[in-house]
């Protein structure tokens, strides 16, 4: 259920609003727009009071609510999802991330601008970070990925540095300016991860953990969501609802490429993702070709067909000598590679309308 606010309604009448909600066992969670103030509900709001029944509107709550002052009227939301959707929240949301090496010192997810995200899959050595982060700061790169905490199919397979990948990836930032993103795996880190990172990524194989999805939900850091490997989009927005209703609005989609019946890739890059969640959500939505792929030689196109349907950044992995790599070499751009793309990312974000940082 959504109440929508009146343009001109005041401080006092959201409050009121909210303390009305509270009374009733409920929770509002309002979104201050351009336009106007919405208050998504919830809690039972159903006839029968029954859980669950976020969708229908108990008639007399309707009503009392409709008549509260500053009111304009109280909708129902028609998706399962309710803070993750377009219908509570119509105005693209924009994640925030500090990052010192431009000059506004901060980077906006979500918005015209497509962002450049890259750097190796698993930090191995402070070498092969350093010269990574280097290597794609020079061609444009703001935001520097990393695993320290890495899944790993096999249980022989390498599992990360740790804490010290984390402070390998500090030292980066401290050096290149870059922010930097990795990904946490479990609730108990993510007090660690949150020291180091700028960005928590919650993994695939992480999308329907709800104990970690409540716990990166109770912090602000900005989250990105990568999408289940076999994950519907209603299960991925409810997966992003978790986070949203623990107070944290700065979550990231990422298409990362879905499991198919196809052989010839890793996974099957759904391209309509972008434009589909553009139009159920508000969140900014991200594509890793790496991954979505799992073939360097298809990294590139599908970055540039992520950029034409609508992403709002790239995540790609680099490495100084990807067939040296410990993880995912046969998926990661050599140095020289990574630098032919940037320019051809650039035109076609400029083809489509959007800038590129
Ligand atoms: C991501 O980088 C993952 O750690 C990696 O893709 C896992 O690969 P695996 O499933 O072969 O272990
Ligand atoms: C990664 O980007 O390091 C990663 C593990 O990706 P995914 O969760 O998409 O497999």
């Given amino acids: 259920m959504i109440v929508v606010m009146r343009s001109n309604c005041s401080d006092e009448n959201i409050e009121h609003v909210l303390t009305f909600l509270k009374n009733q066992g409920l929770t509002g969670h309002p979104s201050v727009g351009a336009e106007r103030t919405i208050i998504g509900v919830l809690g039972s709001v159903g006839p029968s009071g029954a859980p669950g029944g976020l969708g229908g ?5 309707g009503e009392n609510l409709e008549s509260l002052p500053g009111v304009e009227s109280v909708l129902r939301v028609s998706k399962p999802y309710k803070l993750a959707s377009r219908e509570f929240h119509p105005e693209d949301t924009i994640v925030d991330v ?3 090496c431009v000059s506004e010192g901060v980077v906006h997810i979500g918005g015209n601008a497509v962002i450049m995200m890259a750097g190796p899959c698993t930090v191995e050595t402070e070498k092969q970070l350093m010269t990574t982060a280097e290597a794609v700061r020079k061609e444009g790169a703001v935001i520097l ?6 899944p790993s199919t096999s249980p022989y397979g390498f599992r990360g540095l740790g804490e010290d990948g ?4 500090a ?6 300016g870059m922010a930097v993103i990795t990904e946490v795996m479990t609730p108990t880190d993510v007090p ?17 953990n709800y104990m970690l999805l409540d716990a990166v939900g109770r912090t602000q850091k900005p989250v990105v969501l990568k999408r289940g490997m076999s994950a519907t989009f209603e299960e991925w927005l409810l997966a992003a609802e978790y986070v949203l209703s623990q107070g944290n609005p700065n979550v990231i989609l990422c298409e990362r490429g879905i499991r198919t019946f196809e052989k010839a890739t890793r996974n099957t ?3 309509s993702a972008f434009p589909l969640i553009e139009r159920l959500s508000h969140l900014p939505i991200i594509s890793d070709p790496s991954q979505g792929t799992g073939r360097r030689d298809l990294v590139g196109p599908m970055s540039l067909a992520s950029i034409a349907a609508g992403t709002d950044a790239l995540l790609i992995e680099v490495h100084p000598n990807p067939d040296e790599a410990l993880k995912d070499g046969a998926q990661s751009l050599t140095l020289d590679q990574f630098q032919s793309l940037m320019p051809e990312a650039q035109a076609v974000a400029r083809a489509v309308g959007r800038t590129f940082i």
């Fill in 57 to 61: 509107i108990n008639p007399t709550l």
């Fill in 98 to 100: 500090p990052t010192a």
């Fill in 145 to 150: 990925r990393g695993g320290a905490f890495k």
């Fill in 166 to 169: 984390l402070k390998l990836l």
């Fill in 171 to 176: 030292k980066a930032r401290a050096t290149f």
């Fill in 192 to 208: 660690l991860v949150c020291e180091y990172a700028d960005i928590l990524q919650i993994g695939t194989r992480n999308m329907q």
């Fill in 269 to 271: 890059m759904d391209i």
